[in-house]
């Protein structure tokens, strides 16, 4: 039996009430996981940017600019600080009476009036109306109470001592931020962080009743400094006197503890008030806003002769008791190399060839030593390096490569020529000498503090021995015969020890010794007790005869120290023989005619230390001249 078939149908949702509403309710949920997802994205994904995209529309932003941080002296005074003056802006909405707003700006200001209400008058949420307003402007602004007018502050820097340590402090751009010296070098610590005033406005920029929010500015942390205004004050006058007797191309000074590395003053000609940065004048600005003391390498002449000795007594190689021969020259290499005193000094042993400078002597000190051994002293005193000073732009010393070092090259590097450092690298090489033979750090920074606590400070710790104790005991002994008795008499203070060398140096133009240009300088260190402090002092190119470290240099260190012990109330402690010459003067007589021997021999008589220019037999001039007065200090120059 065959039954016919049916056809299949399929079910109609629409007639079919159970999974017509299935179908709406997953509709429904679908839409709403939808929803639920983007309200995810915009509140938590997005949130935080809308959030901040909002309130910048509904709040106005001004800043408060973070006063950076103090320089301060290791006294606690103003080196570097922040100042404040005022910018002030309307608000043309927010200033219904802007034709009095006007005569107001006109009157504190003496602006013309017209064009100031066309400003004030321009559909703009703001309009900058003044900058570098005094507290006293701002204050006659605000006194007439008109609405719509707003300032915020202005912090630039200050310099309360305008070209006081122009190279050692730095200056900082015209938004705020370190661009030499100690403003680049510590700019990470001394900048703060800005602040913020958060005022209600509406969409066009209308102040709303309401409240304001302030975030305030985080200051810069103080930077402490080694460095000592009163010195430094000292140092600054006799650069000054130095400038006006010498008419020189620079004067340099540098003055630092020598058994801390600490700077006390660093002082340098020609400088700028840094008040007045002459930003216009790029060439100039660079040229006198970097350290030379630091950044630039000089031949350093008899002031090197410090290392020499102090290498040649340290290595055995040479002793105290051992007598050289100058004849007025020495040959090396076949090529002859002359002392500075063209007839020679005789038979002299190792202690007044370190008095008188002998260059002979020095040549001698270095090849006995041999390259290896000198260099190897020279490394240890930190000359081939850097002395990591916290100061932008330092440069290392210039030496020879010690495996191209001819025996010629090492006799010349013996008394300071063939090589250069840097004042800064030379003045701590020397400490170690004078300190007991410790290897010192040179620095500035000795604290960096907030208001109420200390962030950082430079510690101390036992330095790299460099020479014994014993080569540090007899090179002060024979450096204090050059003051009392030899070329560094100028630097002489009856009543204070005094150690020092001093240096003549030729300059170099193209390769070639420049005829008339010279580097003189001085190299001293008090041995008084309180006063641990090594001075050097260059003058670069000083005018005329006076051209000699004995006649420039050696005066202005004594003049220092002397002023140094006064200011730091030391009081002198006299020998017999320095009582009896206390504030003695006499009129210098004339030399004119005379044999040098005649006059040297006089001279000697009076005291004094005596220069010879020329190699002649009979005095044709002197400086200073017959006549002046003079005392134990001076020295004088024979010309022949």
């Given at each position: ?7 299949q149908t ?47 529309q ?17 006294n ?8 404040t003056?005022?910018?002030?802006y ?22 013309e ?9 321009k ?28 300032y ?31 403003e ?12 913020k ?10 102040s709303?009743?309401g ?69 216009d ?21 008899s ?50 060839g ?8 020095f040549?001698?000190c ?47 590097i ?24 410790i ?21 101390i ?17 024979l ?70 470290g ?91």
């Amino acid at each position: 039996m065959k039954f016919a078939s049916k056809k299949q149908t399929k079910p109609n949702l629409l007639y079919n009430p159970t999974k017509r509403l299935s179908a709406i309710l997953l509709l429904i949920v679908f839409l709403f996981s939808a929803i639920f997802a983007k309200m995810f994205a915009v509140i938590i994904v997005e949130g935080e940017a809308l959030q901040v995209k909002a309130i910048d529309q509904w709040l106005r932003d001004v800043p408060t600019d973070a006063p950076r941080g103090n320089i301060l002296d290791k006294n606690g005074k103003i080196l570097a600080s922040t100042a404040t003056r005022y910018n002030l802006y309307v608000r043309p909405s927010d200033a219904p009476e802007k034709d009095k707003v006007a005569k107001l700006l006109c009157d504190v200001f003496g602006y013309e009036y017209e064009s100031t209400l066309e400003k004030i008058s321009k559909r703009t949420s703001e309009v900058t109306v003044a900058t570098k307003v005094t507290k006293e402007q701002l204050n006659a602004i605000y006194a007439s109470n008109l609405k719509g007018i707003y300032y915020a502050e202005d912090n630039f820097r200050y310099y309360p001592y305008g070209d006081f340590m122009t190279q050692v402090l730095g200056f900082c751009s015209s938004d705020g931020f370190g661009q030499t010296g100690l403003e680049s070098y510590y700019d990470k610590y001394l900048t703060g962080v800005n602040g913020k005033i958060l005022a209600q406005t509406d969409l066009v920029g209308r102040s709303l009743d309401g409240e304001s929010y302030y975030l305030p500015p985080v200051d810069g942390l103080d930077v402490k400094t080694t460095l000592d205004a009163g010195i430094q004050s000292i140092v600054e006058g006799v650069v000054r006197n130095a400038v006006a007797k010498f008419d020189p191309k620079g004067v340099a000074c540098i003055v630092m503890d020598y058994s801390t590395g600490g700077i006390a003053a660093l002082c340098e000609y020609p400088s700028f008030d840094l008040n007045d940065v002459p930003r216009d004048d790029l060439a100039t600005l660079f040229e006198r806003s970097k350290s030379k003391i630091i950044s630039t390498v000089y031949e350093p002449g008899s002031t090197f002769k410090i290392l020499t000795s102090a290498a040649a007594l340290d290595s055995g190689k040479v002793r105290t008791s051992d007598r050289f021969y100058c004849a007025g020259s020495k040959v090396v290499d076949g090529k002859k190399i002359r002392c500075w005193k063209s007839k020679g000094h005789g038979s002299i042993d190792f202690g007044q060839g370190v008095e008188s400078s002998c260059n002979c002597v020095f040549m001698e000190c270095a090849l006995r030593m041999g390259t290896n051994s000198f260099y190897d002293y020279l490394s240890k005193f930190g000359l081939s390096a850097k002395t990591g000073v916290d100061m932008t732009g330092e440069t290392s010393g210039i030496f020879i490569d010690r495996n191209l070092v001819k025996n010629v090259d090492l006799a010349r590097i013996g008394f300071g020529q063939a090589v250069a450092v840097t004042p800064i690298g030379l003045l701590a090489a020397t400490s170690s000498v004078i300190n007991g033979g410790i290897k010192v750090a040179p620095h500035v920074m000795s604290e960096i503090k907030s208001s109420n606590r200390v962030v950082a400070s430079y510690g101390i710790s036992g330095g790299e021995r460099v020479i014994s104790s014993q080569t540090s005991d007899t090179m002060r002994e024979l450096l204090q015969r050059v003051v009392t008795t030899g070329s560094g008499k100028g630097a002489y203070v009856p009543g204070y020890k005094i150690l020092g060398k001093t240096g003549t140096a030729q300059k170099y133009e193209n390769g070639q010794i420049a005829r008339g240009k010279y580097i003189s300088s001085f190299l001293g260190f008090s041995a008084s007790e309180g006063a641990n402090y090594g001075v050097l002092f260059i003058v670069d190119e000083p005018k005329g005869y006076m051209y000699y470290g004995s006649l420039v240099a050696a005066p202005m260190v004594g003049d220092i120290f002397e002023s140094i012990f006064a200011y730091l109330a030391i009081a002198p402690e006299y020998t017999g023989e320095e009582k009896s010459i206390i504030g003695e003067e006499f009129i210098l007589p004339s030399f004119e005619g005379m044999s040098v021997l005649g006059a040297k021999n006089q001279l000697s008589k009076l005291g004094l230390y005596c220069e010879i220019d020329g190699e002649g037999d009979t005095v044709k001039g002197q400086y200073p001249l017959a006549g002046v007065k003079v005392d134990k200090r001076n020295a004088v120059l024979l010309l022949t």
